[in-house]
């Protein structure tokens, strides 16, 4: 099992140079790669754990070729992926969940496959690709289902989800505060590059109509949903998810702000 783990963590480290180059270059996406190696040599993770984020990070593979030409049969894989984190991490997948419903919702919103629909149009459009998603996630947890219920587990399965769901939107979900302070680091790495992103889009660099644009924004809230699951338990193996994430937030980051001293001291001088 020792050698299934460490595949795991090879794979996730080539997955995250593989999301980061869909939205960057080759340069910011061997920065983040291997600053997610270093991030498993350093930190500890379960077997299990390391099967969720694969499971997390293949669906935004998967999201970010739909995001490419908003085909919903590609939503198919994903709504699968997500099902599958359920099975194995169902207080993962209550957060994910909810992040994937919204990311295509607003993406169909923001004309990202150049329909150029009237706003009504596009809210129909971006709901339909989310409730299809959904129902997506439904069939395919249908076996798993069938199994507890023949087992007499369904009760203990739907009352974890209903806990989990409670959790999510209690004090100790998105309400907490870390207690551990090096857990504001991932945040504040977020929210710089949520404001980053809005920058980019009102100057023009990055418009939101772009796939480029939600892919960034869909790694963000990778972490932003994670992060109140983490913080419930604010120890060293939940950290690691966060900091995977903000691996591939912080190349973009320190080149827009080298950028932006750069362009001050030509100006001064």
């Not at 997948?93 to 992040?99: D, E």
């Not at 007499?152 to 989800?161: M, Q, R, V």
């Not at 806990?163 to 004090?171: A, D, T």
């Not at 913080?231 to 080149?255: G, K, Y």
Request: proline residues 4%; hydrophobic residues 55%; aromatic residues 14%.
């Amino acid at each position: 099992m020792q050698i299934v783990h460490i595949l795991f963590n090879i794979i996730n480290c080539l997955i995250i140079y593989k999301l980061t180059l869909s939205y960057t270059n080759f340069n910011k996406a061997i920065i983040a790669s291997l600053i997610s190696i270093i991030a498993y040599i350093f930190l500890p993770s379960t077997l299990i754990n390391s099967a969720a984020i694969l499971i997390i990070f293949l669906a935004a593979m998967t999201l970010f070729k739909y995001y490419d030409n908003m085909k919903i049969y590609k939503i198919i894989p994903l709504g699968i992926l997500i099902s599958i984190l359920a099975i194995i991490r169902l207080d993962m997948a209550t957060f994910i969940y909810g992040m994937y419903f919204w990311a295509m919702f607003w993406a169909g919103i923001a004309n990202v496959d150049g329909l150029s629909l009237p706003v009504f149009n596009r809210i129909i459009h971006g709901l339909s690709h989310s409730f299809f998603f959904t129902l997506i996630v439904f069939l395919a947890a249908i076996p798993y289902l069938i199994f507890k219920i023949l087992n007499n587990k369904l009760d203990f399965f739907l009352g974890t989800l209903h806990n989990e769901i409670v959790k999510m939107f209690s004090s100790s979900g998105i309400f907490k505060l870390p207690e551990n302070m090096i857990f504001f680091v991932p945040l504040i790495i977020y929210i710089t590059s949520l404001l980053l992103l809005i920058i980019k889009h009102k100057r023009k660099i990055l418009l939101a109509n772009t796939p480029n644009f939600w892919k960034e924004m869909l790694i963000l809230n990778f972490g932003l949903n994670l992060y109140p699951q983490a913080i419930a338990t604010p120890d060293a193996e939940h950290f690691l998810p966060l900091l995977l994430v903000a691996s591939m937030l912080i190349p973009n980051l320190a080149t827009y702000i080298t950028l932006q001293k750069t362009n001050k001291t030509i100006i001064k001088y």
